[in-house]
């Protein structure tokens, strides 16, 4: 394990992003969502007592657009509303309405490929106090697109390099919280690194990737990725890969692995909304199998696409 994630603070930051994925900032004369009105993305705000951002009281998810359509969108919204009774906060609008401000975004904003972000929070109170509002105060809503084009990313063909870093996390990973300062710091020691991901350790085993779920390919031909537990996020992408590999008769375990277990590997790859399948070719600068993108992630991307096409909504 390494220390990276935990920055020297007589060090200068290192603000130069080498990250092989292409930036997906939304266009500043796009459309966003605020609090049931659609409004310019440049003129979007909440209240600075908004919970979200004083406490990170809130939740988010991230659905994948192809062809103008929603990916795997009802896993996501499943996961939202999880996430939400976790911490006893309250949908403002019905998953139902929530789909169709999603549509209406996606067509607002003419995306053909990207993601569609949302945030609820539990809004904005008249105070700052720890505790949650007592009176009738409504959860924010916002959600907001970008352009990303997932199918044709180049790192799907190269492959992507990942470091390792400390799993610094709260305890309830399981939960899609929007306190997101420790995957900040690891995906900018990734950055930094020039590496595509992070994967976070904890007593020596993986956990997940910073915005990512982690997987490796045994030489006994096992797709291997961490059971689900508070100690993870139930990666939507991650459900819908290990069904689909099950469905082809694949043989997959669910069980915690370590780094040497995956330089050892066939092959090792991520999963996630943004990422789809994606290959991991070296881990802290070593490589995993040839170096090069294996057969079985290549197969798994092609499989998900497939599946993301034929039931995207």
């Known amino acids: 394990m390494t220390d990276r994630g935990f920055r020297d603070p007589n060090k200068s930051p290192i603000p130069v992003d080498k990250s092989p994925f292409p930036a997906r900032r939304p266009a500043l004369d796009s459309t966003a969502y605020v609090n049931g009105s659609f409004v310019p993305l440049s003129d979007a705000k909440i209240s ?4 979200g951002f004083l406490f990170a ?4 998810e991230v659905s994948a657009v192809l062809d103008g359509k929603l990916v795997d ?20 609008e019905t998953v139902e309405r929530i789909t169709e401000i999603q549509k209406e975004l996606i067509a607002r904003n003419k995306v053909v490929s990207g993601l569609v972000y949302l945030q609820v929070t539990r809004g904005a109170d008249k105070g700052r106090d720890f505790a949650f509002p007592k009176g009738d105060v409504k959860p924010s809503l916002v959600m907001f697109t970008s352009e990303k084009d997932i199918i044709n990313a180049v790192s799907a ?8 870093v400390p799993d610094i996390r709260w305890e309830r990973r399981d939960i899609k919280s929007v306190a997101l300062l420790a995957q900040v710091l690891a995906k900018q020691a990734a950055a930094e690194a020039g590496a595509g991901e992070a994967w976070m350790l904890q007593d020596g085993y993986v956990t997940e990737g910073g915005s990512s779920s982690a997987f490796i390919l045994t030489k006994d031909d096992v797709i291997v990725t ?8 139930p990666g939507c992408t991650r459900k819908a890969v290990v069904a689909l590999a099950e469905e082809r008769q ?5 069980r915690s692995f370590t780094v040497e277990e995956a330089l050892a590997a066939k092959e090792a790859f991520a ?10 070719v070296a881990i802290d600068g070593k490589k995993v199998g040839d170096g090069k993108p294996g057969p079985l992630a290549a197969r798994l991307r092609e ?4 599946f993301a096409k034929a039931t995207a909504v």
């Open 250 to 254: 694949l043989r997959v375990e669910e």
């Open 157 to 164: 063909k190269t492959g992507i390099n990942v470091i390792t």
């Open 226 to 233: 961490r059971k689900n537990s508070n100690a993870i996020l």
């Open 271 to 280: 999963t996630s909304a943004s990422l789809f399948v994606q290959p991991v």
């Open 73 to 92: 969108n009802a896993s996501h919204l499943a996961r939202l509303e999880r996430s939400v009774g976790e911490i006893s906060l309250r949908l403002p």
């Open 303 to 306: 499989i998900y696409v497939e």
């Open 48 to 51: 600075v007592l908004d919970r």
């Open 57 to 60: 009281d809130g939740i988010y």
